[in-house]
């Protein structure tokens, strides 16, 4: 087999199958397989044509071969008609099986491409409201369901016509009447199923709907499991998941029983018929109006008919998850992506660094204003820093930068052109952002630092920006240096080392804008020093925003604002906030006697320092 994809499976883009009619969505969907798929239905009709050919072939031996009287001449063709017959049926429907197989398969790899590649573009927004489990969800199990519809409902239509056309053109060709009546379990089997359809919906929905609920449920479990442990909550999580699991347990009985529920109804119907045809054909022969040879395969071609009809009702009913697996992964398919190239203005010899708020007004969600009238200046190469209270917005004021959000009104000139002319693409090229919370693949710690660097890195280079971060040394006790893997198979690195490895791909990055999230936060103010150095020479020649609490890592800052809720409270150099009093002049106060006090209390218990 060809191990690499196709390149088309990437780029293909599946927004067209979005549409209120999921039954057209499919077949766009379907785009590039059609093909593969009528083939699929073409092998299969041949098949039944064969078996169709072999029931017509008893006919043929019980009527006519039997009542020659040189029947040896004829029975080894006979013979070899019976079993040509049954090669070709194999082989045709192995080859179905397989075409079958690449339709649904291939729109499946598709889908799940597509899906992946969406979701990686869609807004900061749509991920905060989002929960992680449910797009899992979508993105596996719906997309499962989904391959399930090609590989067996939109055959099975295909077949179940095919099956039908050739087998009921056959029972007419023997006897109208008997055709005709053979036949009369459509409608009732077609009402049950529609009648079931909706429920089964239902059900199905609720079911997908539960699962998603214990993937969250789980996937937050793991990645909070210090949480738990640190809380001692396991009993708790554990109730909580055995509730959520039960009731998935619940809605998948109630699944499977509405199909147990349906299945009897269709075979009793189906075994009526069946009862009913063979009775109605016996008088028949017994009239002289049919030969036994015509019983015979009339009694072969009512299974093949009678089967079909049977399946359709499953499959109607079958095909009811497929759709409500359309509708919740379209629901992700639906949202708008970000816009990444959108904005003319990209000055190729990067930015300079002015950035200018002015009156600038923020929202997460409507109605509860996150920032508001925020307005500072800073020039190229200044460094600002922001401090305030938890949820004062900090945070949000240095993610509009990137146009991780956009703001609502007011406006952010960066070199004097506003933030909505740059592309999404550029801006974020052009800033380096050190988050709150570092995150780390699981590759390997040289991947980790060239993260998004966009060209071919030297070891140099790297061992130099792992250097500066301070993070060098550490990575060299570890076995496999620079090509130790992080996380799960790796190592295990701590808070204040993921934050210097994310340092150093920043460094590394050598961004126009530099914003440092609370970078220091999870370091021991040793390791601070140490790395301040570090900070420094990062922060040299860019213009920088930093975020701490620690006064003593702001106050060399050109520029010092202090938030509270939303809004600049405080401005100013630190001699300057210092002289004014208010907010900042107690945070200092109170930050200098603790640590006046602490370093007396170590002192005192004679601590080296
Ligand atoms: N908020 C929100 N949706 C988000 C992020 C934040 O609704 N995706 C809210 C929570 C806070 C407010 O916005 O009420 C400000 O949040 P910030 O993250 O900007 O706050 P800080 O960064 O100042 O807080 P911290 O020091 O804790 O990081
Ligand atoms: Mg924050």
């Known amino acids: 087999m060809n191990s690499n994809p196709p390149a088309q499976a990437y780029q293909f883009d599946l927004k067209h199958a979005v549409t209120k009619n999921r039954f057209v969505g499919f077949w766009r969907m379907m ?162 199923s529609l009648f079931f359809f909706r429920r089964v919906s239902k059900a199905w929905e609720a079911y997908q709907e539960q699962d998603a609920k214990l993937s969250t449920t789980l996937q937050e479990n793991l990645s909070g499991v210090r949480v738990v442990k640190a809380f001692a909550r396991q009993e708790y999580e554990r109730n909580k998941f055995e509730g959520d699991n039960y009731e998935k347990f619940r809605r998948g009985r109630n699944f499977m029983l509405m199909h147990s529920g349906f299945w009897p109804i269709t075979d009793i119907i189906c075994g009526a018929q069946i009862l009913g045809g063979y009775t109605l054909a016996a008088f028949l022969v017994m009239d002289g109006t049919i030969t036994i040879g015509t019983y015979l395969a009339y009694a072969g071609l009512l299974m093949n008919i009678i089967n079909p009809i049977r399946n359709l009702g499953r499959l109607i009913v079958h095909m009811s998850t497929g759709l409500v697996s359309f509708d919740r992964v379209s629901e992700i398919m639906r949202e708008a992506r ?56 900090k945070t949000s004021v240095v993610s509009l930068l990137p146009r991780f959000y956009d703001y609502k009104s007011g406006s952010i000139t960066i070199d004097g052109v506003e933030l909505r002319d740059y592309p999404r693409k550029y801006l974020r ?118 975020i701490a609490h620690r006064i003593q890592t702001v106050m060399h800052a050109d520029l010092i604002l202090v938030f509270d809720k939303g809004h600049i409270v405080q401005r100013g150099t630190h001699d300057e906030l210092l002289a004014q009093g208010g907010m900042y002049r107690r945070v200092y106060e109170l930050q200098s006697r603790i640590e006046d006090e602490l370093e007396k209390e170590i002192a005192s218990v004679g601590l080296p320092l």
């Open 31 to 192: 785009t590039g397989f059609r093909w593969l798929y009528f083939g699929a239905i073409a092998t299969l009709g041949l098949a039944s044509l064969f078996s169709m050919l072999s029931f017509l072939l008893i006919r043929y031996f019980v009527d006519e071969a039997l009542q020659q009287p040189d029947l040896h001449n004829v029975l080894p063709y006979v013979a070899l008609g019976f079993v040509g017959l049954a090669l070709l049926q194999g082989a045709f429907s192995f080859f179905s099986g397989r075409l079958t197989a690449q339709t649904a398969e291939g729109v499946a790899l598709r889908l799940r491409n597509y899906m992946f590649d969406h979701i990686q573009h869609l807004t900061f927004t749509y991920h905060d409201k989002m929960q992680t489990g449910e797009l899992i969800q979508r993105c596996t199990s719906d997309v499962d369901t989904i391959r399930r519809f090609f590989s067996e409902q939109a055959i099975g239509v295909g077949r179940i016509i095919i099956l039908f056309v050739i087998n009921f053109g056959a029972l007419l060709s023997l006897h109208v009447g008997l055709a005709l009546v053979s036949i009369l379990v459509l409608p009732p089997i077609i009402i049950a």
């Open 338 to 393: 970000e816009p990444l190239t959108e904005g003319q203005h990209q000055p190729t010899g990067g930015l300079r660094g002015e950035v200018v708020f002015s009156n600038v007004s923020f929202e997460y969600e409507p109605d509860t204003p996150v920032l508001e009238n925020i307005s500072f200046t800073v020039k190229p190469g200044q460094t600002v820093a922001l401090l305030g209270s938890t949820g004062s917005g």
């Open 429 to 546: 090229g052009q800033i380096g952002v050190v988050e709150q919370e570092p995150f780390l693949f699981s590759r390997t710690i040289r991947e980790n630092i060239t993260y998004g660097v966009g060209r071919e890195v030297s070891d140099d280079e790297v061992i130099a920006a792992a250097q500066a971060a301070a993070v060098h040394d550490v990575i060299m006790t570890f076995p496999d240096g620079y090509n130790t893997l992080v996380g799960e198979r790796g190592v295990t690195l701590s808070g204040g080392q993921k934050q210097r490895v994310v340092l150093a791909r920043t460094l590394l990055k050598d961004p126009r804008i530099l914003i440092l999230d609370d970078a220091t936060s999870s370091v021991d103010a040793e390791t601070e020093d140490s790395i301040r150095g570090a900070l420094l020479r990062l922060m040299q020649g860019r213009t920088s925003f930093v």
